[in-house]
């Protein structure tokens, strides 16, 4: 498999050396993020899939939902993984069946995020205690990748939670009845919070600080901060990366700006699900369900 | 009509293509020629590795088995000994499926058309060898032995048997996949309507045909297609 070939020694003075000058090669200011887009694909009656672009990077995030038995040791919860397996369709070096670096890095960073900051309350996906349960299963897909995957696919993967709903379910004794979607309206999840990744790269043994870097300033970077926090700045989870050292004031200035950028999502993610929810209601079936009349 | 085709969606991806018919969508990318790993290296045409990749969950034997069919018919279109020692990667990203339940082997088999079909213009878009043109059809048998052409899933979940064919643009015969129960009549009859359709896809259509039978299966979707990506192609030269 070819391996990503290195930036020439030329392209990685010259990116630095315009970054010394405050300018990055894209012409954003350090602390811009290229153009977001949200969207949620699929018919009337599909939920759980949302499709990120920041610039060129394009994450897809899957959710689906199954009923299973429990994990013995936690009878009351349900079961919540996140796979995020790295294709080559965004970038050759990264061969099926072999795990990456950058999926690794990845897949932990998303499990600490969001798996274990109790973002999904599990408990309420139980059904019968110790016997069923739902198993909600996310997927995520790296289409295209150009730096700044693990905000891409951190954002993708809540817009989604979000926008899922799963299948309603009556339980009568023992017996459980679950409803296919066109039964009965499905139930969105509980999400206690959303907390997003936000990723700082830092050059020059963290003088130079930048958010949302592309590739190429991925691959010229000394090393990088990702803070993970919600809305009200409740930090989630913070990870340092690369062998250069960040002093103290350092990350305090990663978080604060992070709080920032994590307030910009939230309200992005927000107006994305009122429009989608807009474009989606058009009185039909909700309409036809309701008992009372006009009169 | 045919189905929705967006072309170069990717921008990583040497070649790639979206195709959404009334069943599934996929999103395909190719990368290649490129660098081959030694075990999987050819010293005398280029290796074709496809990976399918279902929309949730991990992919199985399933998905090992689409993937062999799929090969195949690529590696009849390619002129694969263009480029020996190389390896052309293509990827295929279920991303809709049917909400139906629907049987096995019928999925299985509805899921090759657009496979093939996105495969295909994939390559176009990466510009790589190509020896002909291919185009896949979906058809399903219903109880009264009435054969449609990129049935429905209604259609499909009530259907006798499924087939999937695909043809050149001479009417050659690439991929042949059936399930459920038919008979050799049923077949014949069955290959005969694809290979129209087939055909119909990549024929120059003249104003003559059009106006007789403006009939969906008629229309050379993929012509109309491929001419407008080589228009686009060469817009540039109208400008200087």
């Given at each position: ?224 901060v990702v803070v993970s926090m919600n809305r009200f700045g409740e930090v989630c989870s913070m990870a340092k990366y690369g062998g250069a050292p960040v002093d103290g004031l350092g990350l305090l200035a990663c978080t604060k700006a992070a709080l920032e950028k994590v307030k910009m999502l939230d309200r992005l993610v927000r107006e994305r699900l009122a429009e989608d929810e807009k474009r989606r209601d058009k009185g039909g079936l909700m309409k036809e369900l309701r008992a009372e009349n006009e009169r | 009509m045919g189905p929705d085709i967006s072309h170069h969606p990717l921008a990583g991806a040497d070649g790639s293509a979206t195709i959404s018919s009334n069943l599934y969508s996929v999103l395909a990318a190719v990368n290649g020629p490129i660098e081959v790993q030694r ?202």
């Open positions: 498999m070819p391996h990503q070939p290195a930036p020439s020694t030329n392209e990685q003075a010259f990116l630095l050396s315009a970054l010394r000058e405050n300018i990055r090669l894209d012409a954003r200011p350090l602390d811009a993020y290229r153009p977001i887009d949200l969207s949620f694909p699929g018919g009337p009656d599909e939920y759980g899939t949302a499709d990120v672009r920041i610039g060129k990077t394009r994450v897809l995030a899957k959710i689906s939902a199954e009923v299973v038995a429990p994990y013995a040791d936690r009878k009351f919860e349900g079961v919540f993984t996140i796979a995020c397996e790295l294709s080559p369709m965004a970038s050759a070096a990264w061969e099926v069946g072999r795990q990456d670096q950058a999926e690794i890095l990845l897949s932990r960073l998303l499990e600490k995020t969001i798996r274990r900051s109790g973002a999904l309350d599990t408990e309420s996906l139980c059904i019968v205690a110790g016997a069923k349960c739902f198993h909600i299963r996310a997927d995520i897909h790296v289409l295209d990748h150009d730096g700044n995957l693990v905000d891409a696919a951190c954002l993708a993967l809540i817009a989604a939670l979000l926008h899922f709903r799963r299948p309603d379910v009556e339980i009568h004794g023992e017996e459980v009845t679950v409803f296919p979607l066109r039964e009965r309206e499905p139930v969105k999840l509980s999400m206690q919070h959303q907390p997003f990744c936000i990723t700082t790269s830092y050059f020059d043994g963290g003088l130079i600080m930048l958010q949302d870097a592309t590739r190429l300033e991925e691959a010229c970077r000394e090393g990088e | 075990r999987d290296e050819l010293p005398e045409e280029a290796a074709i590795e496809v990976n399918i990749r279902p929309a949730s969950g991990v992919g199985g034997p399933r998905e090992r088995w689409l993937e062999s069919v799929v090969t195949a018919v690529l590696r009849s279109v390619l002129l694969v000994h263009m480029h020996p020692r190389t390896l052309i990667q293509v990827t295929l990203q279920l991303t809709t499926g049917p909400t139906l339940k629907l049987k096995n082997a019928t999925r299985d088999i509805s899921v090759l058309p657009s496979l093939v079909n996105a495969a295909f213009l994939a390559l176009v878009d990466g510009g790589l060898p190509l020896q002909s043109t291919v185009t896949a059809v979906l058809l399903a048998v219903s109880g009264e032995e009435v054969i449609s052409i990129d049935p429905a899933e209604k259609e499909l979940a009530g259907c006798k048997s499924v087939h999937a064919l695909a043809y050149t643009q001479h009417g050659d015969l690439l991929l042949n996949e059936s399930a459920g129960n038919f008979n050799l009549e049923v077949w014949e009859e069955v290959a005969d309507r694809a290979e129209k359709a087939c055909v119909a896809a990549v024929a120059l259509a003249s104003e003559d045909d059009e106006m007789a039978n403006g009939t969906a299966e008629a229309a050379p979707w993929l012509r109309r297609e491929l001419e407008e990506k080589a228009r686009d192609a060469v817009a540039w030269r109208d400008h200087t």
